[in-house]
């Protein structure tokens, strides 16, 4: 990538494909912090792009859709996306140093829009990163089938892909939110990660994490990814940092404190004020480093910038990689790195029956592989004469 | 009311037995026990140390205050309530800090210790997670000379080890809650082996170095001390309850409270030592069947065996197990049990002493068992940490170094106390 990491920051784009990439857009552009990336958003529909209000708006393919999206055919698709119409989203991204797309998977604006641009940026050398969403699996196989489809059409051009399933909100939202505030809350929390991982790219001076971090975590393989997000605001109290963190581990699209655990890579930028002293760093970052299994490869960055003063933010990627050898034989042996398991504490698989009496309803207790609460001698398999 | 009197109470939520003592400690830093309550807890409310009912041990601990405080003829002073906290969620790591010693003789001051040690305490633990206790360990002098209490040496460098318990916040509270329930908001909550360390070990076994053993109904503790600072500890959801649990399963005989009385009042040992080789037990049917008295035996030894191991294998990674020089003190229910020293001896190849509470005094009498060794022990503690909070930093000088660091209440009281 022809990119020179020194004036990266300069002009940071973000795009969203497709009705939910608008949405996510939409979000983005209501907050305070995204005042310096240029942002646009770009759909075969007519009705979602007039409902999002983005000055920047892109209708691609409306000669002959009418304006009336593509209806989840990703040939449509890409027709739309080859139509000159689309000549002015190469202008728009021609003179950036960053390109940030989102977009929903398994559509059919979004699936080939996505890889459509990311060719484009590799043409002109601007490094791209994709922040796309995984279909609901109730949606069904075949939108999964072609949003996994997009994803590999999309990995060998893109930088950083970066895919989060749906279903991951199932896990954090509770299941009585009303649904509209639901979805509008996971394009906030896109929105989020956008900014957080756009934020980390942009100002690293204490520990640097950058995109070459990402690029080499992410690069190539299929993954899967949660991000986290956690801010908190100085006067909240002297464990400000805490609650970030604790912020950050309620994240909707984390899934949960385990699925950190269970993550082959993380990546954690810390970003606060000028004020950040280095005790709270050391603080938060150590916390978080509890959290991770043995085996994670952790990537820890640190940050202070002005825009932060009286803010703590942490963002987390967390990355689990899927053990197929999908995307081309050069790859599978790369997978080696990375254990394919992490030692867990599951017990042996018991082929008799053993009652755990009193302790059966209780919490499990195992240690070096036994379950303690079995009576040992029947673990060890020793016969006693039990009387008559 | 508590003007002039200072009342401590100690509660123990015990997977056998809620326990509260009430004691006073005079102005000379003498401590007596007045009271004892104590209620049994209905088997399955507190199982493995964790509370699985919370509105029947909220009652039975209700039932136990009440009667010490019947007893005690006086109120509990809700400032000064201690309880004990266990469970296997407790973990312990090793924290380190340290100072520079400036001022022109460089000599180490109290302050200096004070610092090295809220540094050494800053550490960072999971979010979900709570610090319960941090005790000093040792402190290094220069990188070089390890020494206990460096005060009024001269050095550069003063590096201060703590030994910090920390525990899930959710668990903790949950110990917390029945005591909230009742309307006692402010109790301080302590490891119960830091407890038991203060109820049954002498001065000189701290200095020099022991393993306490502290094995109640629903789990077992350890924690290891050498030049009176704690080095390494852990818990392990084995108890006195597994071996009852152990012996019905493995006997196929339903009955939990009867093996958990036969454990309690020897009946096993005794009809051993009598000659009789076979332990008529009233089956599941109503016919009584005769169990080998060899059987039982090798079940209780098997589990104890195990648990002993477990624990020095995990002693064996922190490779402190050369300290140990005084051996082994057992406490807790468990080690009533007949062969238990035996077995403990024949694992970690150690004298062995079972744990009474020492230095005991008050009205109470009933006291002196190794099941009390951890209350009685938290009490004590208790009051040392009340003479912390009263006096000020410079009691740490006073109180011979002995497991000071006391409460997180204690050590945000410190940090909050003293400004550098």
Known sequence: MAADNADITARATVIGLGNAGTRIIKELSLMSASSWLSIAAADTDKASLEKSAIPNCFPVGFEWTQGLGCGGNVIKGERAFAHPSRNVINDFIKESSLLVVAGGMGGGTATAGCSSLARTAKKMGIPSIFIVTAPFSFEGHSKREISEAGIKMLLPDADVVISIPNDILYSSIPSHTPAEEAFRKSDIEIARAILGITEIIRCRNILSSDLSDFKNVLQKRKSMCCIGLGTAQRSEGENFCHLALERLMASPLLGGIDSLKEANAAILTLTGGPELNIGEMRHTLEAVQRYTGPETKLIVGANTDQLYAGFIHITLVSVRYEMLPDIGGEESAETSDFPEQTPSDQPELPLLPVSKGIFSNTSRNIYASQDLDIPTFLRQGIHLDKGR | ?420
């Open chain 2, 1 to 420: 009311m508590f003007k002039n009197r200072h009342i401590i109470t100690a509660v123990e939520i015990g997977t056998s037995k809620i326990c509260v003592l009430i004691g006073e400690g005079s102005p000379q830093g003498h401590l007596s026990v007045l009271a004892h309550g104590e209620s049994a807890v209905e088997s399955g409310a507190v199982c493995k140390g964790e509370i699985i009912e919370m509105d029947r041990v909220t009652r039975a601990l209700d039932e136990a205050i009440e009667k010490a405080e019947y007893s005690a003829d006086t109120e509990i002073d809700s400032n000064n309530l201690y309880i004990a906290i266990t469970g296997s969620h407790i973990r312990s790591m090793r924290g380190s800090g340290h100072v520079i010693v400036t001022g022109e003789s460089r000599k180490i001051t109290p302050d200096h210790m004070v610092e090295a040690l809220k540094n050494a305490t800053m550490v960072g633990i999971p979010p979900e997670c709570v610090i319960l206790n941090s005790i000093d360990a040792n402190f290094v002098i220069d990188g070089l000379r390890r020494i206990a209490d460096p005060e009024g040496q001269i050095a550069d460098k003063l590096e201060a080890f703590a030994h910090i318990i920390y525990g899930n916040r959710n668990c903790v509270e949950n110990f917390l809650a029945p005591l909230r329930e009742l309307g006692y908001d402010t109790s301080i909550p302590v490891f119960s082996t830091i407890s038991a360390a203060s109820g049954v070990l002498t001065d000189e076994e701290l200095k020099n170095g022991v393993l306490l053993v502290d094995m109640g109904a629903g789990t077992t503790e350890y924690m290891l001390f050498h030049d009176s600072g704690a080095h390494a500890s852990g818990v392990i959801p084995v108890g006195c309850d597994h071996i009852a649990n152990d012996l019905s399963v493995g006997l196929d005989i339903n009955n939990i409270s009867l093996f958990r009385k036969m454990l309690v009042n020897n009946t096993i040992h005794s009809r051993k030592e009598n000659g009789q080789a076979f332990i008529e037990i009233e089956g599941n049917i109503g016919t009584n069947r005769k169990i080998p008295a060899v059987t039982i035996e090798k079940i209780i030894d098997l589990r104890l065996r195990e648990l002993f191991n477990l624990i020095l294998s995990q002693l064996q990674s922190t490779r402190m197990l050369p300290f140990i020089d005084r051996g082994i003190v057992l406490t807790g229910g468990g080690a009533l049990l007949p062969q238990v020293r035996e077995m403990a001896g024949s694992v970690f190849e150690m004298p062995v002493r079972i744990g009474n509470p020492i230095e005991l005094s008050g009205a109470v009498t009933n006291l002196k068992s190794p099941r009390y060794g951890m209350v009685f022990g938290l009490l004590k503690h208790g009051e040392r940490d009340r003479q912390i909070r009263k006096s000020g930093p410079e009691m740490i000088k006073n109180i011979d170094r002995k497991l000071i660091s006391a409460s997180r209440e204690t050590m945000r009281w410190l940090k909050n106390a003293i400004k550098f």
